[in-house]
Every structure is written in structure tokens, then in C-alpha cells.
């Protein structure tokens, strides 16, 4: 599943599609286990529906103080607001908004998930009043979400809401997947349980504490394991934003983060000195202590600069194609610039991917394909540059598994929060 949403407003321009569930029930079960705490009687699914979505509020708001919104991309493919039946909804008229829910709405029905869904997301807000989310316009070719670089409390400034991510769009692809996401920023803790046809827990994944706790957390690091760079990048309990997306701004975004001009500036070249020491430095072909190589099943792949702007890459031995020296907020983004991974670049974006997570996880000297290991873990702080993805390092030190989305390619060696299954049955989303 694509996990590259790097503003909150979305806008693509695609087709239209009208799907309707119907009612009959299979037998509903119960799921347990993993960090949610307890036992869940999973809600009936309706017949020519693939699988039921539900919620257990473990937060301080009570039901009707918690809102849910979810959209999605149907076959056509046009967006579409999901309505609790599994129906996908286009709009009617410019600037609708999207089908809006409280937990207490949803209590006893969930949603139900047809099976076609791509390119969607699930937001939650907690409150008295939900976040703005709508159509673009009546044709349904795009949604516009909430965004936290305003101080407009009506593009969604000042309310607590996330999302999760998922997709499911068969025949062309066999699985459902889901996944909670920090790579632009954090508002809610949610813990995600997947169970399967069999009602057998799948996989579970994200984070069991408190918003309180989350952020009591982040302001107890100490500099040498959240620097002030990254850790004043929180409003109060309010966000707490990426670098990814500070570095990408422009003035006037974010104003009420104090000293925002000065962060941005420092984290669009924040590692510079260091990209400049990697091109410089790996820049031979035949001395190891020169060139980067690293194994993925049965294929090497090798990397080593020209000494100034270039980094050739090869596969077993073959040219694949090159790599500019890219900035800091290439870094950050890695959605725009030399590390964007680009369709039909297959081997060339595996050399993207891995330069860009082994830069976040200050892995770069260690081994570009090395997992997550006792004997040196990913964001140790050590090397000469100690240059590496802080907010990140937070996410994972602090989810339950481990796991997280810290930046877009997280999920290099398995680190993110994407669970999937073949036979999906039931979602069931905890919200803290």
C-alpha cells in the first residue's frame, strides 16, 4: 500500500463508481488478545460484503464526543465517502461533505467494507466538532482533508483527529491492508487488530497510551534522544508535526509553532554536511571501504559516488541507473527530487528506498539491508555526524510492536505499521 499522503490535502483527478451492500448476516465471534486488553464480539458481516470494520473507545471522550469519517477510491475510479452499510458514495455537489458518524452512531453496526476500496482513509476526531473533510467538487475527483499548518481552527486547527490508511482492491490484488500512520505528524494514538476468515488475530500493531502519556513521553526525552530541533516541533498537546513536513513548508505555515523559521531552516539542511561527506567519501568501485554493497535474497547490489554528484548504481554487476546527490528536504520528503521512487523503476527505487531509510536510521555505515538488531540497533547515536530521523526514533521507541510510520519508507525490512491479510474478516481499531 502506498503510504506517500504528505499534505493533508489531497487532491487527484480520476472517474466515478456507485457500489451498494446488502443486509444478510454470517456469524459474528469473538477476538482477543495482542495490546488492545480485551475480549470483542466481532459485528455480523452483511452478505457480498468483504469484511466489518468496528471501534473500541478506550479514550478519555465519550462516544458521542469521538468522530469518524472515511473515503475511499472506488473502481472507476472516482472518491467516494464509505457509509456505514458499505455503500461508496460520490458526491452531488461542490464542496460536500463527506458522511460523518459519532462512535455512538456506529455502536453495535461498525462498517462494513465492500471489496473494492482503494486509496482510502479513516479519520477519527475527538471533540465536540468534527474536522472539515469534503469533496473537491460534485465530479468526486478528489477529497480535501483537515490540515494543521493553519491557525484556522476551521481548516481543522486546535482539534485532536488522525487517520488510518488502508486498501483493498480485488481481483486485481488478493489482500486487505491497513495501516496507522506518523509520517506528516501525530494527534491520536490507535492500535490496530486484523483477524481473518477464521477469526484468527492476524496481526495487531500501533499504540496502547494515552494521548496524555504520548505526549508526557516526548516532552521527558532528553536532548540526546529527542534534540530540540525535533522536540519543539510540538504544539502542546495539540500535534506533533514531522520534520518531513516543516522542511517542505513555507512561511506562514505552522506560525504557531515558535521560532518555525528558524527549525525549517535548519532542517532543510540538516544533512547536508553529511550527504556531502557520503559522496565524497564512497566514491570507489574496487576498495570495500568505498562502495556500499548490500544482498536482498539472491541479488548484490553495489553503490559507490563519482566523488562529487553522482551515485552509480548496479545490480548483480549491471548498471541500473544513477542517483543525484539529493538535499535535506529530499531526505525529509522523499517524495519529490533524486529520491522519488519513480513506476517502472523497479530496481532503481530499491536503491532509493534503502539510501533513504538507512539516512533516517543512521544506518548508512552499517549495513544498507542489515534489520533491526540487538547488536546495533536502527537510531543508535553513534558516528561522526549522529545525523538521523529523531521523531521517528520516538514512534518506535514507543508503539507497542515496535513498528511504526515514521517517514515513507519505514517499511524497508518490515518497520511499519502495515498489517495485511488474504481473508480479512474484521478490523477492529482501538482509539486512546
Given amino acids: 500500500m502506498k503510504k506517500k499522503f504528505l499534505k493533508s490535502i489531497l487532491m487527484v483527478f480520476l472517474?466515478?463508481?456507485f457500489i451498494t451492500g446488502c443486509s444478510s448476516p454470517d456469524n459474528s465471534s469473538s477476538g482477543g488478545g495482542g495490546g488492545g486488553g480485551d475480549n470483542v464480539t466481532i459485528i455480523d458481516r452483511a452478505s457480498g460484503m468483504l469484511m466489518t470494520c468496528q471501534f473500541v473507545n478506550k479514550s478519555s471522550y465519550s462516544d458521542d464526543q469521538v468522530w469518524i469519517t472515511a473515503y475511499c477510491q472506488n473502481s472507476t475510479p472516482k472518491y467516494?465517502?464509505?457509509?456505514?452499510?458499505?455503500?461508496?458514495?460520490?458526491?452531488?455537489?461542490?464542496?460536500?461533505?463527506?458522511?460523518?458518524?459519532?462512535?455512538?452512531?456506529l455502536k453495535g453496526s461498525g462498517y462494513q467494507f465492500?471489496?473494492?476500496?482503494?486509496?482510502?482513509?479513516?479519520?477519527?476526531?475527538?471533540?465536540?466538532?468534527t474536522v472539515p473533510i469534503t469533496f473537491a467538487n460534485a465530479a468526486s475527483t478528489g477529497v480535501t482533508g483537515p490540515s494543521s499548518a493553519s491557525s484556522d481552527s476551521a481548516v481543522g486547527y486546535g482539534k485532536y483527529w488522525d487517520f488510518i490508511e488502508f486498501a483493498v482492491v480485488l481481483p486485481a490484488h488478493t489482500d486487505f491492508n491497513v495501516n496507522t500512520s506518523t509520517v506528516d505528524e501525530f494527534g491520536i494514538p490507535i492500535y490496530l487488530k486484523l483477524y481473518n476468515d477464521a477469526m484468527t488475530l492476524v496481526a495487531a500493531t500501533g499504540i496502547t497510551k494515552s494521548r496524555e502519556t504520548v505526549f508526557s513521553l516526548w516532552n521527558a526525552r532528553s536532548s540526546s534522544d529527542l534534540p530540540d530541533l525535533f522536540k519543539n516541533l510540538a504544539?502542546?498537546?495539540?500535534?506533533?508535526?514531522?520534520?518531513?513536513?516543516?522542511?517542505?513548508?513555507?512561511?506562514?505555515?505552522?506560525?504557531?509553532?515558535?521560532?518555525?523559521?528558524?527549525?525549517?531552516s535548519n532542517l532543510q539542511s540538516y544533512f547536508d554536511s553529511y550527504l556531502t561527506h557520503i559522496w565524497t567519501t564512497y566514491n570507489s568501485s574496487t576498495d570495500s571501504s568505498k562502495y556500499f554493497e548490500f544482498t536482498i535474497g539472491a541479488n548484490t547490489y553495489k553503490a559507490y559516488t563519482n566523488g562529487s554528484d553522482t551515485m552509480n548504481c548496479y545490480k548483480n554487476g549491471t548498471s541500473v541507473g544513477t542517483i543525484t546527490k539529493p538535499s535535506s528536504s529530499d531526505v525529509w520528503g522523499l517524495a519529490t527530487g533524486s529520491l522519488k521512487c519513480v513506476n517502472?523503476?523497479?530496481?532503481?527505487?530499491?536503491?532509493?528506498?534503502?539510501?533513504?531509510?538507512?539516512?533516517?536510521?543512521?544506518?548508512?555505515?552499517?549495513?544498507?539491508?542489515?534489520?533491526n538488531s540487538s547488536s546495533r540497533p536502527y537510531y543508535t547515536v553513534d558516528g561522526s555526524y549522529k545525523v538521523m530521523n529523531y521523531y521517528?526514533?520516538?514512534?518506535?521507541?514507543?508503539?507497542?510492536?515496535?513498528?511504526?510510520?515514521?517517514?515513507?519508507?519505514?517499511?524497508?525490512?518490515?518497520?511499519?505499521t502495515t498489517v495485511a491479510s488474504t481473508t480479512p474478516r474484521a478490523l477492529v481499531v482501538y482509539l486512546y
Fill in 80 to 105: 467516494c465517502s464509505i457509509h456505514k452499510d458499505g455503500s461508496l458514495v460520490t458526491a452531488t455537489t461542490d464542496g460536500e461533505a463527506l458522511k460523518t458518524y459519532s462512535l455512538s452512531e
Fill in 15 to 17: 472517474g466515478i463508481l
Fill in 392 to 416: 521517528s526514533k520516538f514512534w518506535h521507541s514507543i508503539s507497542d510492536d515496535g513498528k511504526a510510520y515514521g517517514f515513507s519508507y519505514d517499511d524497508v525490512n518490515g518497520e511499519n
Fill in 235 to 264: 504544539k502542546d498537546s495539540y500535534k506533533i508535526i514531522s520534520p518531513n513536513l516543516i522542511s517542505s513548508s513555507v512561511s506562514g505555515d505552522y506560525a504557531y509553532i515558535t521560532n518555525i523559521a528558524t527549525y525549517r
Fill in 114 to 129: 465492500p471489496t473494492y476500496m482503494n486509496s482510502a482513509r479513516l479519520y477519527v476526531t475527538y471533540g465536540t466538532a
Fill in 344 to 371: 517502472g523503476e523497479t530496481d532503481m527505487n530499491i536503491f532509493k528506498k534503502y539510501l533513504g531509510a538507512v539516512l533516517h536510521r543512521n544506518m548508512i555505515e552499517y549495513g544498507w539491508a542489515t534489520s
